[in-house]
């Protein structure tokens, strides 16, 4: 991984500010709305089988009336070292140049084994069908592919719209903008309160790089689920709650 | 259990006559099994066998000479697949653009006068598909016309023959080429294009 | 042996193949009950297929439920037909004798059950499932992915199903000639073929018996290495704390051990009851298996104490929470101590007195009993690790099977079922050339401090 | 290829496997030649909710794929709600209505037929003509800042009839207070991003109240700006998601944040923190005694802690530049005008109105002839002629008061007494499906507008909409499918002969509208000719002006001397009755979208469900688990809720909400809606009290006291979050992690 790390062109990756989240689910919406993810149905979050590929998760904090409800957006981590990579018999999902932890559809044979071993839990089945009326589906986005039942999916950050964009690129003779509002995935570009931000690792000169940079080292940006050692590429930025007791950092 | 148990018998004649022909209806069940297989397998993997007209074009409801339109009146393929230098598809030209010509052009021909009882009515003509990926590949022309174009340094109607054949002189539209995976596989390979499944997978 | 009964050839032959050559009345409904059972699973499937893994009870994060809890199952008993056979037969144990077939084809066809459900029943969609079971693949230059441990897991058991095939074919050969010699007509052709020319003489006898040393040998490592591919799908799954541990391989073989033989004396009991064949299996075959089954089921109980402390040790809290669940939480508390009673307390005491290993009755429950206990415990490792109190409490989750899963699992017990029966109806379920040649060493015994034991002949 | 298919469709068949699943692996059944054309962005407005957001759709071969914020628009900047995005499907909602339909059944037995637009506008206007007296016509509409609000305001000013404006959750407390505190007809513009101490009372801000996107924005801004992070206290009745996001969440007793926030001003007084001009001012020159609200004396009734409200007091005053809003449900109490009067002179004490961080003016439109209109509370008024028969039409557009006016105010069975109603609607909503004639309206997305939003950002700006699709049911020819409002409006007024005084077609009006911002020559887009205008307006989505910022600071006035009243409650319960806005349904407006019947509410996790909020030990003591079926009964009810029924909901045992009050979501429990919304849940506006402000006569909708009892039934509540019963927390801070300071 480490010598695929160095020899990659790019490395996507997204920077959460915790602080800024509200919890408003403006994201979820958007994304749902971009990826052709099916309408999750009353039976299907009785069944916990409803489709997000980014949620927002609510926990709680003491009791009333110090209560505090937190708010996170989770997403996949799209992980240098992905449990869930190794354990597909079949190579649907693999690691990209880019650092884009890709699921392949067609190559899926649903063996669910990478939503076990997930441990953002970042990875969705189909385990119904996927149904539309005839008329909404002509809102589905032809760049994405529907996927049917069976099918283990997650997200992509948008890979359609990077595809797209590097190819406009391409074509035209330009370099990929690391600002570009077509670049970034459809979540990023709903947040009213500008909670995440999209852009490229390797590029040192991006905003999610210099995030990164700052506030990994020393400052508020800590990567989910560290200890385990997925090595992601998404950072979330701490909440500010400065009624909170300083937690000593326990750093291995 | 005794040795010496088994006594094996001669067969007589007539059960040799049986076992014959016994086998040679095994062996033309077993023929017909295999052709089928074969069949089906070879369809699997790239074009049907050229038996029986399966490696034939599908009938058009128009049928559209490409043959008179481009080798006789030398009509680029970009004139009427307009998009194909700019976007995914190379898109199908609508019946107006047919009509441009047509309105004049080919009267007393039988199948320019069903193109323009198509375009009185203002309908669209329902144009069988003969080249198709499956829906979870999404390719894209302009990226392929303007990466051969560039590399061989010729016109991008040029580089339609790489994986249509020459359909200038089709009188008929085929499947010139599998179009399986593994052909668009090889192909990436050969021109050092990305071979990630996230190139046509998403 | 003690007490046994000193038999002919021909009574052999007569008691062994009484209900090959014969039917006995309950034969037939008992064949068809299973296979409606069967089909009725069949008939679930078949609903699954057309409406999706959405039928069954999984969910988010409980992605494996039944099938898989089904599946290491029945590839734990199928570890006792070469726990019996081989390595009996390597050890030279005389006791196996009669029950080498009834444990190898329970092998066969545990392992096919077993492959119903994993590979073919549990994917979301079977009709790709080639794509992961044999590397066609070849154009594309998309290979499996080797390493995964469902890569290995189907060619770990199709080589053992392979092995144990042949084990049941090898060992079959003599039998069969004795059933050619015993019908006519039609079912004599095709007993002809099937003994492929088997005519008793010694280069053949030679041939079989090396055949069978060689497999044995050559099966131990397919023995180890199945049920140890079987737990790396778990114990290689950084995401599920409870399954991440180094001590899961032995413990799996020595838990599937410890069904599998318990298996083999259930279904010996089951063989007296119907066949009334006391006079070949008597209680001192019961004996031995009991002792067996003391040694295995402790080292297994070792490797479950182990597998307790390495979780323990580390006072991590996923760790913590799992065992929590486990242990203190509603219903999974009940099914915990029924496990732990039903896996070991309950037999393991009962098999420390003669009378009971020497009792048809209570071996009967007690080996039952150890198999209900082993489900669970694959229940509450698979079940459980999934649906363990994680750091993501807000997607913690919990699992009810529904009713088409509970059917396909009683279905493959069905399966096995109906495929002994019918294999009994077919080939005689105890090896009759085993028995005599057993007979023909006489019944050895040799001292080992004070006891004297049942020993071994040279083959 | 086609062999291999067949082979395997063959085997497959026998087992069930649906045949496409082999081919395509996909349900997507548009030609694949429509679908991978090119695709355009174009700029509109959404209308999905009142907050005026601009938008750029994605259309590929003229069908709308995808909605994303307008970075140009000013209000939201890029950014957009979670509403937004379900825009799309309003738009192919399979349950739209595509031709005018006429009723042949009973009145609201849901019997229709299908008939030509020339038929139906014949209809109207026969209707119309044979009024006796023009003011026997009512219309009712949401609040619409815009030329098509512009054309209904004419038609009904020309043909003389009454023309109310509806809105569910009235905020005409909040105005009528920014209007006595600030003198303003325009909701001010809130500058959160600049401001560094937040006091909010009531306002679900960011989430529903007013214009959540922009707040939104301003609230990233306000916590990792570049400027100091800014501190926010939220002071409610219930554990909104805005106050979630607060640093503290202080609970009141309901209805007392007047009281409250006249008791933070008294201590800004005494200890003379505040803004010497501005105390005497509100005090009126101290004739109005603040010591009768001295944190000591009202800390009981508030239900807050003395030293608490002087915290709060200290820390507004003491931070540089300090905001109060209130609004929700603390102007929705008998004393409601008066909870907002008080709070919003806060504002004055410490000197933030009309400066960067503080409360900022709206200027008016450029476009005088926008109505201004806010919502209008004559409900009741408007029922008594119903039933005594004065009404003799009743038009609705895209109001919904059948399904929101409490039920005790009998709205729906007055309308027996109707003798024609008709209604302008996408979809079978309550008050449509009671209709005699349903004339289908455009959506958003394939209609013209111009919108002057409200509230604004501060400056001159409007809004463009323009068609991004044709309209989808074109394909069913002219006299059937859907025409836009105005248009029909201005045909209906054409068939009566009635001069509205405009353009002869909407197109031409906006266009006129435009001529006006065009000659003004300034703002965001400039051009020679006013074709060149025309085109950037729609290009950009609107025309703005950054410079055209509203006017004067106004002077402090007198706080009205009963301000400090209690509030009143009605009801036959113990526990305070409040309802909210729905993150994604709102007040039921986009009920019919499965998109967002399917989103989660950000606190409670749940779905497509109505849901009661009680507090987690108070459930306890009651017995009551989540997705207990409990009945919430008030003794009020209408001719359609018996006051005994009651709503059903499911309990949500929350541990944020304080024990005597329980919260319930709208949105749900449509009688119509389509197939999404029908049926489902309770609508909880149904058993309010009639309760009204003292003042203003708004609806007094969070003062009703109701009664929970379990029914014994028990519904898995659908929701995001776990299905098991420990609440989700994060005790090792695993997950979200916290820090104290800021780095």
Redesign the interface.
């Known amino acids: 991984m480490a010598e695929l790390k160095q020899t990659q062109q790019r490395q996507w990756g997204m920077v959460i500010?915790?602080?800024?989240c509200?919890?408003?689910?403006?994201c979820?919406?958007?994304c749902?709305?971009?990826n052709?993810i099916p309408?999750?149905?009353?039976?299907h979050?009785?069944q916990?089988r409803?489709i997000?590929w980014i949620?927002?998760?609510?926990?709680?904090?003491g009791?009333?009336?110090d209560?505090?409800?937190?708010?996170?957006p989770v997403l996949c981590q799209h992980c240098d070292n992905a449990p869930c990579e190794p354990v597909c018999p079949v190579y649907a999902t693999y690691h990209n140049t880019e650092g884009l932890n890709v699921q392949v559809?067609?190559r899926c044979v649903g063996t669910r084994f990478c939503a076990n071993n997930c441990p953002y839990h970042a990875r969705f089945f189909n385990f119904w069908?996927?149904?539309?009326?005839?008329?909404?589906?002509?809102?589905?986005?032809?760049d994405v592919?529907?996927?049917?039942?069976g099918i283990m999916e997650k997200c992509t950050f948008c890979v359609q719209r990077i595809a797209r964009v590097k190819r406009k690129a391409k074509n035209e003779g330009e370099t990929v903008n690391d600002g570009d509002?077509a670049l970034s995935p459809?979540c990023v570009?709903?947040?009213?309160?500008?909670?995440l931000f999209f852009g490229d690792f390797k590029d040192p000169n991006s905003t999610v790089a210099k995030m990164k940079d700052k506030?990994t080292h020393?400052?508020?940006g800590?990567h989910?689920?560290e200890e385990i050692g997925t090595d992601t590429n998404v950072v979330?930025?701490?909440?500010?709650?400065?009624?909170?007791?300083?937690?000593e950092e326990v750093h291995a | 259990m005794l040795p010496g148990d088994f006594q094996p018998s001669r067969p007589t004649n007539k059960q040799l006559i049986k076992w014959g022909i016994l086998s040679l209806v095994s062996l033309f069940f077993v023929a017909v099994v295999v052709g089928v297989l074969m069949?089906?397998?070879?369809?699997?993997l790239g074009?049907?066998l050229s038996v029986f007209g399966?490696d034939e074009g599908p009938d058009q409801p128009i049928a559209f000479p490409h043959t008179r339109h481009v080798q006789e009146l030398g009509l680029d393929c970009t004139f009427c697949h307009r998009?194909v230098e700019?976007?995914?598809?190379a898109?199908?030209p609508p019946v107006g653009l047919c009509m441009t010509c047509h309105a004049v052009a080919g009267d007393g021909l039988a199948e320019v006068e069903k193109l323009r009882e198509v375009a009185a009515a203002g309908e669209a003509i329902d144009w069988v598909?003969v080249h198709?990926v499956?829906?979870?590949v999404r390719f894209n022309h302009s990226a392929h016309i303007i990466f051969f174009s560039e590399q061989d340094n010729i016109l991008s109607s040029e580089v339609c023959a790489v994986c249509h054949g020459d359909v200038g002189s089709m009188v008929k539209v085929e499947q010139a080429r599998y179009l399986k995976m593994a052909d668009c596989v090889n192909c990436h390979r050969d021109n050092n294009a990305p071979t990630d499944c996230v190139t046509c997978h998403y | 042996m003690q007490e046994h009964v000193q038999l002919n050839s021909k009574e052999v032959n007569d008691i062994l193949l009484k209900d090959v050559l014969g039917m006995p009345k309950w034969w037939l409904p008992a064949v068809l009950f299973f296979l409606v059972v069967f089909l009725a699973g069949g008939a679930a499937f078949?609903y699954m297929?057309?409406k999706g893994v959405g039928v069954t009870g999984l969910n988010r994060p409980v992605m494996w439920g039944f099938f898989m809890v089904n599946f290491v199952f029945w590839i734990g008993i199928s570890h006792a037909g070469i726990m019996i056979s081989a390595i009996l037969r390597l050890t030279q144990a005389e006791w196996r004798r009669p029950l080498t077939r009834a444990a190898e084809v329970l092998t066969v066809f545990s392992l096919t059950s077993a492959l119903m459900a994993a590979p073919l029943v549990h994917v979301g969609?079977p009709?790709r499932a080639a794509l992961w079971v044999f590397p066609y693949d070849f154009e594309r230059g998309v290979w499996p992915n080797v390493r995964s441990a469902f890569v290995w897991d189907p060619s770990a058991v199709m080589t053992y199903l392979t092995a144990s095939t042949l084990f049941v074919i090898i060992a079959l050969l003599p039998d069969l000639a004795i059933i050619r010699d015993r019908t006519t007509g039609t079912a004599h052709k095709v007993y002809s073929l099937l003994c492929l020319g088997w005519r008793g003489t010694p280069r053949q006898w030679k041939l079989q018996a090396v055949a069978g040393i060689l497999l044995s040998a050559l099966v131990l490592p397919v023995f180890v290495s199945v049920h140890s591919i079987v737990s790396w799908d778990f114990a290689v799954q950084v995401g599920v704390e409870g399954w991440h541990s180094t001590i899961f391989a032995p413990y799996f073989i020595i838990g599937a051990i410890h069904s599998g033989v318990s298996a083999v004396a259930t279904v010996m009991v089951l063989m007296v009851w119907l066949y009334k064949w006391q006079k070949i299996l008597t209680p001192d075959h019961l004996d031995a298996i009991g002792r067996l089954l003391i040694i295995v089921a402790t080292i297994w109980f070792f490797a479950f104490f182990l597998e307790w402390v390495f979780a323990l040790y580390t006072l991590e809290?996923p760790e913590l929470a799992l065992r929590e669940l486990q242990v203190f939480k509603h219903p999974w508390m009940a099914l915990f101590i029924v496990f732990l009673i039903t896996a070991y307390f309950f037999p393991v005491p009962m098999w420390m007195f003669k009378k009971v290993r020497r009792n048809m009755f209570w071996m009967f429950v007690t080996t039952i009993s150890v198999n209900i206990g082993m489900w669970l415990e694959r229940f509450l490792i698979i079940v459980l690790g999934l649906a363990r109190?994680q750091?993501?409490?807000?997607?913690?989750?919990?699992y009810h099977p529904s009713m088409i899963e509970i059917l396909m699992v009683i279905a493959t017990f069905a399966w096995v079922m109906f495929g002994m029966l019918v294999f009994a109806k077919v080939f005689p379920l105890i090896p009759l050339f085993d028995i005599k040649e057993g007979m023909v060493g006489g019944p050895h015994k040799i001292k080992i401090g004070r006891k004297e034991i049942p020993a071994s002949i040279h083959e | 290829?086609?062999?291999?298919?067949a082979?395997?469709a063959v085997l497959?068949q026998a087992?069930?496997?649906?045949e496409h699943?082999?081919?395509?692996?996909?349900?997507?059944?548009?030609p694949?030649?429509l679908?991978?054309?090119?695709d355009n962005w174009y700029a509109t407005i959404c209308r999905q909710c009142s907050s005026t957001e601009g938008i750029v759709v994605r259309v590929?071969e003229g069908?709308?794929?995808?909605?994303?914020?307008n970075?140009d628009f000013p209000i939201?900047e890029?950014?957009?709600?979670?509403r937004?995005?379900?825009g799309?499907?309003a738009?192919?909602?399979?349950d739209?209505i595509a031709a005018p339909l006429v009723r042949v059944g009973e009145r609201g037995s849901g019997r229709w037929e299908e008939i030509s637009w020339t038929d139906a506008m014949e209809r109207v206007a026969l209707q119309l003509r044979n009024l006796s007296n023009a003011n026997r016509a009512v219309m009712v509409t949401p609040p619409m800042r815009s030329y098509s609000g512009l054309v209904a305001d004419r038609f009904m000013a020309r043909f003389g009839g009454q023309y109310l404006r509806y809105e569910p959750l009235e905020t005409t407390n909040v105005r009528r207070a920014v209007k006595q505190v600030f003198g303003q007809d325009r909701m001010p513009d809130f500058d959160l991003g600049n401001s560094s101490f937040v006091l909010s009372f009531g306002a679900d801000f960011?989430?529903t109240w007013m214009s959540?996107?922009r707040y939104?924005?301003g609230?990233?801004r306000f916590?990792?700006g570049d400027r100091e992070?800014g501190?926010m206290i939220h002071v409610d009745s219930r554990?909104s998601?805005?106050g979630?996001?607060a640093?503290?969440?202080v609970?009141i007793k309901p209805g007392q944040e007047g009281i409250l926030a006249l008791s933070i001003a008294s201590v800004i007084i005494d200890e003379g923190l505040g803004n010497a001009s501005a105390v005497s001012a509100l005090t009126n020159g101290g004739r109005i005694d603040m010591s009768r609200f001295a944190p000591d004396r009202v800390a009981s009734a508030v239900g807050v802690d003395a030293a608490r409200i002087r915290d709060i007091a200290h820390q507004f005053a003491e931070h540089g530049t300090a905001l109060a809003i209130g609004g929700g449900s603390a102007a929705a109490h008998t004393n409601g005008y008066f909870n907002m009067v008080a709070i919003y002179s806060l504002n004055y004490l410490v000197g933030s109105v009309g400066r960067e961080g503080g409360v900022n003016f709206n200027p008016a439109s450029p476009l005088k002839d926008i109505p201004t209109g806010a919502s209008f509370s004559q409900w009741r008024q408007l029922v008594t002629r119903m039933r005594s028969r004065e009404v003799g039409v009743l038009m609705v557009k895209g109001a919904d008061p059948m399904y929101a006016l409490p039920g005790s105010i009998g709205f729906r069975e007055a309308s027996f007494d109707v003798p024609f109603i008709f209604s302008f609607s996408n979809s079978l909503d309550d008050t449509t499906a009671m209709a005699d004639l349903v004339l289908p309206e455009h959506n958003y997305l394939e209609d013209w507008d111009i919108v002057d939003p409200d509230p604004g950002p501060g400056y001159q700006s409007v809004g463009f909409q323009q068609p991004v699709v044709r309209p989808?049911f074109e394909s069913r020819g002219q006299h059937l499918g859907t025409k836009g409002f105005a248009d029909a409006l201005m045909g209906i007024a054409g068939e009566l002969e009635l001069d509205l005084g405009l353009p002869s077609t909407f197109r031409e009006l906006l266009q006129d509208g435009a001529r006006t911002l065009f000659n003004l020559n300034r703002g965001s887009v400039r051009a020679s000719d006013f074709r060149a205008f025309w085109n950037g307006a729609l290009q950009r989505g609107g025309w703005w002006d950054t410079g055209a910022r509203g006017g004067n600071r106004p002077t402090p006035p007198a706080l009205p001397a009963n301000v400090g009243q209690a509030p009143s409650f009605d009801g036959n319960g113990t526990f305070n009755l409040i309802p909210f806005a729905s993150?994604?349904l709102m007040e039921g407006q986009t009920a019919d979208l499965?998109?967002?019947q399917?989103?989660?509410d950000?606190?409670s996790?749940a779905?497509?469900?109505t849901w009661v909020e009680i507090?987690?030990?108070v459930a306890d003591d009651m017995d009551i688990r989540e997705g207990d079926v409990v009945r919430i009964t008030s003794g009020f009810g209408g001719p359609d809720v018996e006051p005994g029924e009651g709503v059903l909901a499911l309990a949500y045992p929350h541990?944020?909400?304080?024990?005597d009050v329980v919260c319930v979501p709208l949105g749900q429990g449509r009688r119509g809606s389509g197939?999404y919304a029908k049926g489902r849940g309770g609508n909880i506006m149904s058993i309010l009290s009639p309760g009204a402000d003292r003042e203003t006569g708004a609806l007094a909708w969070a003062s009703t006291r109701v009664r929970i009892e379990k029914t014994g039934d028990w519904v898995?509540l659908?929701?995001?979050?776990?299905?098991?019963p420990?609440?989700?927390?994060?005790e090792?801070?695993?997950?979200?992690?916290?820090?104290?300071?800021?780095?």
């Open positions: 500010d915790l602080d800024k509200t919890g408003c689910q403006a979820v919406v958007a749902q709305s971009e052709n309408i999750n149905e009353e039976a979050y009785n916990r409803a997000q949620r927002v998760e609510r926990y709680w904090e009791e009333f009336p209560i505090k409800a937190r708010f996170m559809y067609n069908e996927p149904a539309w009326p005839n008329s909404l589906k002509n809102q589905l986005n032809p592919t529907v996927r049917s039942r509002r459809a570009n709903a947040c009213p309160t500008e909670t506030e020393g400052g508020r800590y989910l689920l979330y930025l701490k909440k500010v709650d400065k009624h909170a007791e300083a937690k | 069949f089906v397998i070879s369809a699997w074009k049907p399966y998009n700019t976007g995914a598809a898109t199908i598909r198709r499956p829906d979870f | 078949g297929l057309n969609r009709w809290d109190r750091a993501f409490t807000f997607d913690w989750g919990t | 290829m086609a062999g291999g298919g082979g395997a497959f087992c069930g496997v649906p699943e082999l081919f395509v692996e996909s349900s997507n059944e548009i694949e030649d679908v991978s054309g090119l590929m069908r709308a794929k995808k909605i994303e914020g970075v939201n890029g950014a957009h709600s979670v937004c995005d379900a799309v499907q738009l192919y909602h399979p739209r960011l989430n959540p996107v939104g924005r609230y990233g916590r990792q992070r501190t554990f998601m805005t979630a996001n640093d503290e969440i609970f989808f993150t994604s499965p998109w967002l399917a989103t989660p950000p606190v996790t779905t497509w469900r507090n987690i030990k541990p944020g909400v304080p024990p197939r898995r659908p929701k995001a979050e776990n299905t098991n420990d609440l989700a927390t994060d090792g801070q695993h997950i979200v992690k916290i820090t104290p300071k800021d780095s």
